[in-house]
């Protein structure tokens, strides 16, 4: 399965959601269930993750399907066209260093810091301003 097929199956795949994701192909992003230890070990709240790679999703979101599916898989493919234009190191130190400054500086807890990580800001509004009914509720990124 690929992330493609899942914005197909979601009502998803529209020219101007795949303009706001060049240049990744969304055909071309694998996603997988996360393994069972992963599924066990993750907080609760983590649905999905992106990884340079692939998208992984829990069993039980991928099970739900439909628009919060759909919103989950554009959310984390934001994640895979950050990951291609930061690279790696890039992504890992951008992410990381907005998490820790709002975390140190900020003494924000989790929640709040992670919601000012400048690249989850982005996909969190590519998905609202394509589904204004977004309430947010994703993922986080590795
Ligand atoms: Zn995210």
Same mark, same amino acid.
């Given at each position: 399965?690929?992330?493609?097929? $899942?914005? *197909?199956?979601s009502g998803l795949d529209r020219p101007e959601i795949r *303009?706001? $994701?060049?240049? *990744?192909?969304? !055909? +071309? &992003?694998?996603?997988?269930?996360?393994?069972?230890?992963?599924? &066990?070990? $993750?907080?609760?709240? &983590?649905?999905?993750?992106?990884?340079? +790679?692939? %998208?992984?999703?829990?069993? #039980?979101?991928?099970?739900?399907?439909?628009?919060?599916?759909? #919103? $989950?898989?554009?959310? !984390?493919?934001? =994640?895979?066209?950050?990951?291609?234009? =930061?690279? *790696? %190191?890039?992504?890992?130190?951008? /992410?990381? +260093?907005? /998490?820790? #400054?709002?975390?140190?500086?900020?003494?924000?807890? =989790?929640r709040a810091a992670y919601r000012s990580i400048s690249l !989850?800001?982005?996909? /969190?509004? %590519?998905?609202?301003?394509?589904?204004?009914?977004?309430?947010? #509720?994703?993922?986080?990124?590795?």
């Amino acid at each position: 399965m690929n992330a493609g097929e $899942l914005l *197909v199956a979601s009502g998803l795949d529209r020219p101007e959601i795949r *303009v706001r $994701l060049q240049p *990744v192909w969304p !055909e +071309s &992003i694998p996603v997988k269930v996360f393994p069972h230890w992963v599924d &066990i070990l $993750l907080p609760t709240w &983590i649905e999905a993750m992106t990884t340079p +790679s692939a %998208i992984w999703v829990r069993a #039980r979101s991928l099970a739900l399907g439909g628009k919060r599916l759909g #919103r $989950l898989i554009l959310h !984390e493919l934001v =994640h895979a066209r950050q990951w291609r234009e =930061h690279g *790696v %190191i890039g992504f890992l130190r951008h /992410y990381l +260093s907005d /998490y820790l #400054r709002a975390r140190i500086r900020g003494r924000q807890k =989790h929640r709040a810091a992670y919601r000012s990580i400048s690249l !989850e800001a982005e996909a /969190y509004g %590519i998905c609202a301003s394509f589904l204004p009914d977004s309430r947010g #509720r994703g993922d986080t990124t590795g």
